[in-house]
């Protein structure tokens, strides 16, 4: 029920490509969806995030496509770049007393661009 | 460079001994949060800290505790390690207690080994 499921586990691009990392939740009292991203050595680094109550956000070449209905989310990078090369995690936090900063995080998904 | 500071980077330490993390959420910052990151787990909630209080507990082992100072920096203490506690620990900061809305900022982490 507090599951996250993200696929694919890795995947590669060529640059200038679109890169598509999807989500999957069960919880329907999640009500946050943040994308973040790790470089080797690094933390996690917001990305880009959305609330249930819009289907899309966009953020320069980052996409956040949002399906209510299919409990689903999913991240798009247009025109990626080797630089974009990272672990981007999906995650979720929900509006309960108490919860309402903990982020669930997916398994992560290795996105290598290829110049 | 996210302004949370983690130390130490690096732990080596024996099964069965205790160790403390320490962690200096970004100035201004009210929440303190820590996370586990393991190859089999990925990225998991442990608990967080709000001004001092605790706000939201994950599946943070008993062998484990945390608490936030009057200066709000936090410490995260591990005994009886085992094998199984090798990871890296990751703290996080924000000025709310809610995810929803609110930036996240993690640290770089510290390298935990138990041999």
Not at chain 1, 42 to 63: H, M, N, W, Y
Not at chain 2, 30 to 55: A, K, P, T
Request: hydrophobic share 35%; charged share 15%; proline share 4%.
């Amino acid at each position: 029920q507090q599951q996250v499921k993200q696929s694919p586990q890795s995947l590669i691009v060529q640059k200038g490509g679109i890169s598509i990392i999807n989500c999957a939740y069960e919880n329907t009292a999640f009500d946050y969806f943040p994308w973040y991203q790790q470089f080797p050595g690094k933390g996690p680094a917001l990305l880009i995030a959305i609330r249930p109550d819009v289907s899309e956000k966009k953020e320069g070449r980052f996409t956040i496509s949002f399906n209510k209905s299919a409990k689903q989310f999913s991240l798009h990078i247009m025109d990626s770049q080797p630089g974009d090369s990272a672990t981007y995690f999906c995650a979720a936090s929900m509006l309960l007393w108490g919860q309402g900063g903990k982020l669930i995080f997916g398994q992560g998904t290795e996105l290598s661009v290829k110049p | 460079d996210s302004g949370v500071t983690q130390t130490p980077k690096h732990l080596i330490t024996a099964t069965g001994q205790r160790v403390t993390l320490r962690c200096s959420p970004r100035s201004g910052d009210l929440s303190v949060y820590w996370y586990q990151q393991s190859l089999d787990q990925g990225l998991q909630f442990l608990i967080q800290y709000y001004n001092g209080e605790e706000r939201a507990k994950g599946n943070i082992l008993e062998r484990f505790s945390a608490q936030q100072f009057p200066d709000l920096h936090s410490e995260l203490n591990l005994s009886s390690l085992e094998l199984g506690d090798s990871a890296l620990y990751f703290c996080a900061s924000s000025v709310s207690y809610r995810a929803a809305g609110n930036t996240i900022y993690f640290g770089e982490g510290s390298w935990l080994t138990v041999v």
